[in-house]
Structures are given as C-alpha cells and as structure tokens.
C-alpha cells in the first residue's frame, strides 16, 4: 500500500530527513496556500514527465521533480463538466447530476443515428452545492479563479461558488467568442488584452498577479486552461518549432482504429505540441512568481487533467498511447489524467505514486490543508493527506464510472469500476462486458471476461450497487434507430 507508493531515489538518512520535516510541518497551525492547474483536455502521455518525447514541458517536468507523479490517477469522466463538478464538490458527477459536457444533446434534441437516447443532464452546477472555494472562503483565503469553468450560465459562474475573483469563468466550453486564442477574446469576464495576445500566458499574467497582491495569505488560486482544447490554434513561433522538430526526427501520422474511428497512434501534431508547450510556459509564469515571493514553501501545487487526451475526432491531435483510446471513451487514455502534487517539506522529491486517486479527492484533500476538517461534508472522494503523512491510505479502494451518453468522440454508453489491478466495462449498446488487469495489460488489449467469472461477479456488485447509491440515470432505446443508415458514432473523414 503506501509503502509501494513511493519509488524513491535517495538515502534513508534523506528519508528520515523528510520524514522529519513532515511531521514538523503537520504540526503548524498555519494554513497553507494551494495553486490548482487544471489543463483541458491534456492526456496521461501528452508531458516529458510522463513519457513525451516530442511535446516539451520543462516547467511542469520541473514541478515532477519537486513532488509527486500519480501514474493511476483518473478523471471522474471522460469529458470535462462532469470532472470540472466532481473537482469542485468532491462527489461522484452522477451524484450532482453533471454526467456529460454542458450544451451537449439532451435526449428530445437528439438527432444522431444511434441504438440508444443518452440520459437526461443538469445543465448547472447547483448553488446548494458546496465547493472547496466556499470551504477555503470561510477560513479566511481570497480565492481566485480564472480560465475555463464550463458548469452553467451566467448565474453559476465562479464568483457564485465562492470564488471572489473570475478572470475569464463562463458557461462555455471553449475560447469560442473573438479571436479564440488570441486577444480580442469576446470573454465577459475577461477584459480584452493588446491585439495578438496569447490567452494561455494571460491568465497565469492574471494568475501571478493574484498571487502577489495577497501574498500575506492565505489564498487560493484555481487556474483552469482552456489549452489544450480545441480550436487547434498555436503561437506562430512555436508552430514553426514543432514543424522543423517533426521534420528533424522524421515523424509521420500513423493511425489505429478505435470502434468505428481511427485513433492517433504518433505524438507528432505541430500545433498540439505548440499548444502544450505554450500552457507549460503559462505553468511556469504562475511558479515564477511563488519563487519570487518567497512562497514556494508555504504553497501546495496540484496540477491535473479534466480528462484523457483528444485522439480520435476534431482533429486528431494526439495520441495516449499506451493507453487506449482517449477522450469520450470509458479505456484508459479517456480517463487516466497526469496529477503532481507538490508539498514542501510533506513530499519528497521525485516520487511516484501507483495509488489510484480520481478528481473527487480534490476536495477532500484541499480543505484539509485548509485546517478545517473535510469529513464534515458529504463528499464521495478520500483525503489524500494521509497518503503524504502514513500507512494507512486505502489502495484497493474501487473507483466508478458511468457515461449515459455518445461522446462527440466516438464512445458509446458505458459503466466502469475499477478495484485494485481489474476494471470491468460495461457497455449499454449491447449489455457486453470487457475485464482487464491494467497493472499487467495497461493497453487493454486483452478482455479477460470469460477467464475471471469470479471477478466479474464480484465487480459487477460493485457497481450495479454504485449505481443505485448514486442515483444514476440511463440511456434508453431510440425509437428512430435504423439500422440500415450510417451509425452515429462513425466520425467525418479527417
């Protein structure tokens, strides 16, 4: 368990070095200021520190290196609203009824060619939901926000959820209004920069600027990047960068197929890794500034994804592997998110951690190092706190899923848990059920239902139970299916 956490470079002297600084720091009365980066869209393969050979993140790569990698760490979705709400309140998205991306389809809207109607959504995050900002606000922080927010219109926005500053939080999805990526941005909460400027590298401006105006603490300071979502758009400099890096080492596209659409098998899109590069700049504007103020040691980072890396639709600009699949899909790449956690003093250097953690510890683990006590409010994620701290940290844990929905990326309806090494998918479409070992089979090549009935009884429990506790809701048969017309899930041609 927490022992096989850490995978540790160092002497036991360095250990009981940290170790001893942990438990001074533990004892602080102190409450520490928190920096979350959340990146949109970004895959569990898309940074050095997890593998990339061709995007370069220096600056994040660094924060690796100053705390801890999660290798197991999950998305509570496959695509972004319901992850962003279970972020925000620490509950499973099916809990508070955010179960796909706000502004998709509801089922009398449907119009796809598809076996099934998705199930009905809440189109907002409701305001009798308690966020870790309304948490960390009655302690006393200031609390900022900027970047994407994506869970409702104007009404539930982040200064409605405790959020005292919004740079740029709004109920879209994306940077659709003006110039995109680049100022004039349209944004109502984000006034517009100089002609030309870059919307990642403005919101750590904002970010860094927060930061040192309340650098007496504490604070909280939530940077959501809409990077790397679409639109593909890039700097022009580091376009040009990627296209002669791609050239000087001879790369070309290569695809698989996923279902009925291809998947990117090649990190070697240009404008993505422009994109990439571009928000870890943005990451390392926003560290600068802690270093600068002396507050690097009185602050814990986090840094994660709101779900896998886009890799089979809208352009097609990355790929997970080895995972399989990517956005909107129940596999691996769809779910499983970078997360580094950086605590001075707490977590060592350079570890890593093979924990399954998801987005609803988050909030737990926030408002713990807020002072106040997390167990007071009804939240489905665990705080990780412990995990830092002792031996005790529950590793086999199950983890759930449940997307009643077709994901403009080609998924289906799904359902999963995972336990330990096994994670059962449960397919609506066609009530068919696939089993892997990811710790052995990370890739999911192997569906290993008809060797473990055991297991998949004993999974299948597990999350039909879930379900009921939860509240889920479920697709249900389209009476407009014809089976002689184009499936729904076939993708336009790249």
């Given at each position: 368990?927490?022992?096989?956490?850490?995978?540790v470079v160092?002497?036991?002297l360095?250990?009981a070095?940290w170790?001893s600084?942990?438990l001074?720091n533990a004892g602080e009365?102190?409450?520490w200021?928190v920096?979350?980066f959340?990146?949109?869209?970004?895959g569990?393969?898309?940074?050095?520190c997890?593998?990339s050979?061709?995007?370069?993140?220096?600056?994040?790569?660094?924060?690796a290196?100053?705390?801890m990698?999660f290798?197991?760490?999950?998305?509570?979705?496959?695509?972004?609203s319901?992850?962003?709400?279970?972020?925000?309140?620490g509950?499973?998205?099916?809990r508070?009824g955010i179960?796909?991306?706000?502004?998709?389809?509801q089922?009398?809207?449907?119009?796809?060619?598809?076996r099934?109607l998705p199930?009905?959504?809440?189109?907002?995050l409701?305001l009798?939901?308690v966020t870790?900002?309304?948490?960390l606000?009655q302690?006393?922080?200031?609390?900022?926000?900027a970047?994407?927010?994506h869970l409702?219109?104007?009404?539930?926005?982040?200064e409605?959820q405790g959020?005292d500053?919004?740079?740029g939080g709004?109920?879209q999805?994306?940077?659709?209004?003006?110039?995109?990526?680049?100022?004039?941005?349209?944004?109502?909460?984000?006034?517009?920069?100089p002609?030309?400027?870059?919307?990642?590298?403005?919101?750590?401006?904002e970010t860094?600027?927060?930061i040192?105006q309340?650098?007496e603490?504490?604070?909280?300071?939530?940077?959501?990047?809409?990077s790397v979502h679409?639109?593909?758009?890039?700097?022009?400099?580091l376009?040009q960068k990627?296209?002669e890096?791609r050239k000087r080492?001879?790369?070309v596209?290569?695809?698989?197929?996923?279902?009925?659409?291809?998947?990117?098998?090649?990190?070697?899109h240009?404008i993505?890794a422009?994109?990439?590069e571009?928000?870890?700049?943005a990451?390392?504007k926003?560290?600068r500034?802690?270093d600068e103020l002396?507050?690097a040691?009185k602050?814990?980072?986090?840094?994660?994804s709101?779900?896998?890396g886009?890799?089979?639709?809208e352009g097609w600009?990355?790929?997970?592997?080895p995972?399989?699949?990517?956005?909107g899909?129940?596999?691996?790449g769809?779910i499983r998110?970078?997360?580094i956690?950086?605590w001075p003093?707490?977590?060592?250097?350079?570890t890593?951690?093979?924990?399954?953690v998801c987005?609803?510890?988050?909030?737990?683990?926030?408002?713990e190092?807020?002072g106040?006590?997390?167990t007071?409010?009804k939240?489905?994620?665990?705080?990780?706190?412990p995990?830092?701290?002792?031996?005790?940290?529950p590793?086999?844990?199950?983890l759930?899923?449940?997307?009643?929905?077709?994901?403009n990326?080609?998924?289906?309806p799904?359902?999963?848990?995972?336990?330990?090494?096994?994670?059962?998918?449960?397919w609506y479409?066609?009530?068919?059920?696939?089993?892997?070992n990811?710790?052995?089979?990370?890739?999911e090549?192997?569906n290993?239902?008809?060797q473990y009935?055991?297991?998949v009884a004993?999974?299948?429990?597990l999350?039909?139970?879930w379900?009921?506790?939860?509240?889920a809701?479920y697709?249900?048969?389209?009476?407009?299916y014809?089976p002689?017309?184009?499936?729904?899930?076939?993708?336009?041609?790249?």
């Amino acid at each position: 368990m927490f022992r096989n956490c850490f995978i540790v470079v160092g002497s036991i002297l360095t250990l009981a070095y940290w170790g001893s600084r942990s438990l001074a720091n533990a004892g602080e009365d102190r409450p520490w200021n928190v920096v979350l980066f959340v990146v949109d869209d970004l895959g569990w393969a898309d940074l050095g520190c997890y593998g990339s050979s061709f995007y370069e993140t220096p600056h994040v790569d660094r924060l690796a290196a100053e705390g801890m990698r999660f290798l197991d760490a999950y998305a509570a979705c496959q695509v972004c609203s319901p992850t962003r709400a279970a972020i925000m309140t620490g509950k499973w998205p099916q809990r508070v009824g955010i179960t796909d991306y706000i502004g998709a389809a509801q089922p009398e809207a449907w119009n796809r060619n598809t076996r099934l109607l998705p199930a009905p959504y809440q189109t907002a995050l409701a305001l009798q939901e308690v966020t870790f900002a309304e948490v960390l606000k009655q302690r006393g922080y200031t609390t900022f926000f900027a970047g994407k927010w994506h869970l409702g219109p104007e009404g539930y926005w982040p200064e409605n959820q405790g959020f005292d500053i919004n740079m740029g939080g709004t109920g879209q999805g994306g940077p659709y209004g003006g110039n995109k990526y680049f100022s004039p941005y349209g944004n109502p909460r984000l006034p517009d920069g100089p002609p030309g400027e870059h919307l990642p590298d403005r919101l750590a401006t904002e970010t860094a600027k927060f930061i040192e105006q309340h650098k007496e603490g504490p604070f909280l300071a939530v940077l959501c990047f809409y990077s790397v979502h679409t639109p593909l758009m890039a700097r022009e400099d580091l376009r040009q960068k990627y296209e002669e890096k791609r050239k000087r080492l001879g790369l070309v596209a290569q695809f698989g197929q996923e279902g009925p659409r291809e998947v990117r098998l090649v990190q070697e899109h240009p404008i993505y890794a422009a994109m990439v590069e571009a928000m870890d700049q943005a990451v390392g504007k926003v560290l600068r500034k802690l270093d600068e103020l002396g507050l690097a040691e009185k602050t814990v980072v986090m840094f994660t994804s709101d779900n896998g890396g886009l890799s089979t639709s809208e352009g097609w600009p990355t790929s997970n592997l080895p995972l399989r699949g990517g956005k909107g899909w129940i596999y691996e790449g769809g779910i499983r998110v970078p997360f580094i956690v950086r605590w001075p003093g707490v977590v060592l250097p350079g570890t890593t951690c093979t924990t399954p953690v998801c987005s609803v510890d988050i909030f737990p683990t926030i408002v713990e190092l807020s002072g106040e006590d997390p167990t007071r409010y009804k939240v489905d994620g665990l705080n990780l706190v412990p995990l830092f701290r002792n031996p005790t940290f529950p590793s086999d844990r199950p983890l759930f899923w449940h997307y009643p929905h077709y994901g403009n990326q080609g998924g289906a309806p799904s359902a999963a848990v995972r336990k330990g090494s096994w994670k059962l998918i449960h397919w609506y479409e066609d009530d068919s059920w696939e089993l892997y070992n990811v710790k052995e089979d990370i890739g999911e090549k192997q569906n290993l239902v008809s060797q473990y009935p055991e297991k998949v009884a004993e999974l299948k429990r597990l999350l039909e139970n879930w379900l009921v506790d939860v509240g889920a809701r479920y697709p249900t048969p389209n009476p407009n299916y014809d089976p002689q017309k184009p499936d729904g899930r076939v993708a336009r041609r790249r």
